[in-house]
């Protein structure tokens, strides 16, 4: 149980810097996501908090306390490495034992089994302990890896995407049990991933990191529905969000909207809060962003609606994704299943645009959207 602070950690490789100035501050007993792209510095940010790596520049510090000179080994931390890193001669019952087992956390081996019996049934693995790492699935691999983790009781649990490798049904179970297992042992905890639906799900927050900065922190809802620029837009959502350039201009009473080869305007819906942000601005160049589920389509012609052709049609599980196309544009929505989809085919699409947001077309920055009082407010709530 430990408040864990970054501050200005800077780490490099050679000429690579993987990490520029990197701050953070995690609470006491907080679920926190590293979410971004491979390659961002998710991992590097792991190691430098559990002192594997040390920064050039910057402290880490565990409970106000700075730990750049305490080993790894007295860090009180508990790892989930993404390659699993079981001891191969070990079988399941003692690789799981083997931390508290070592000098520094020892018990007694009545605790060790009780423990370990106790996580393995939550796992869903008892019948496991007495196989080596070789006579496992990679899956199972990577619950062992978790479950080693989960008999201690550390300062600070830290996985570096621990479900990668489970099989879809499993995972889903899995982001459930981590949750409820994170509360009930009451330990921060820091999980590193490149998906989507495990950062929104796990995270009491989620920092997104892309090219070894932190380009934005916030709660699930506050990221994805007020994003600070376009790469965090796409990065939240699947279907990723359309991004739709064109240009403001102002009419009688409030905005409109061009959009870019397809040349359609739209009367912007009339928000006095928005519309009064959009005058403070003075842009006239903006890129509209519109979530898959904000597009409306036909089959048949309808006033308002722009003509598009059919460009992709994929059916996923419990919804389809339709991609339609128009003067160079793609327009991704979300459609039910069972529909009757042929490539090329004509369908009419309409934006729902109280649901949209503006972007800085030049510095792809995020400028305002609806409601966006009413978000800033729940996110609070959230947050707080």
Sequence with gaps: MSRIQLENVTKKFGSVTALKNVSLDIKDKEFFVLFGPAGAGKTTILNCIAG?????????????????LVDAAHRDTAMVFENYALYPQMTVYDNMASPLRSK???????????KIQEVAAMMKMENLLERLPSQLSNGQKQRVAMGRALVRSPRVYLMDEPLAHLDAKLRNAMRTELKEIQANFGTTSIYVTHDFMEAMSLGDRIAIINEGEVIQIGTGDEIYYMPCNEFVAQLMGDPEINLISGTLAKSEDGYTFTMEGAQKTYELPKEKELFA???????SK??????????????????????????????????????????????????????????????????QLDHAMFFDAGTKGYLTRYNEAAVRAIAAEQEG
């Design 277 to 283: 942000k959009l005058g403070e601005l003075g842009l």
């Design 52 to 68: 594997i790596q040390l920064p050039e520049e910057g402290v880490v510090k565990f409970d106000g306390e700075i730990v750049n």
């Design 104 to 114: 520094l956390y020892k018990k007694d081996e009545d605790y060790i089994k009780t």
């Design 286 to 351: 903006v890129d509209i962003g519109m979530r898959p589920q904000n597009l409306l389509y036909s089959f048949e012609p309808k006033e308002g609606y722009i003509k598009c052709s059919v460009y992709s049609y994929e059916s996923i599980g419990n919804k389809s994704v339709i991609v339609a196309e128009t003067s160079g544009l793609q327009l991704r929505m979300i459609a039910p299943n069972g529909l009757s989809v042929k490539i090329d085919q004509d369908i009419y699409v309409d934006m």
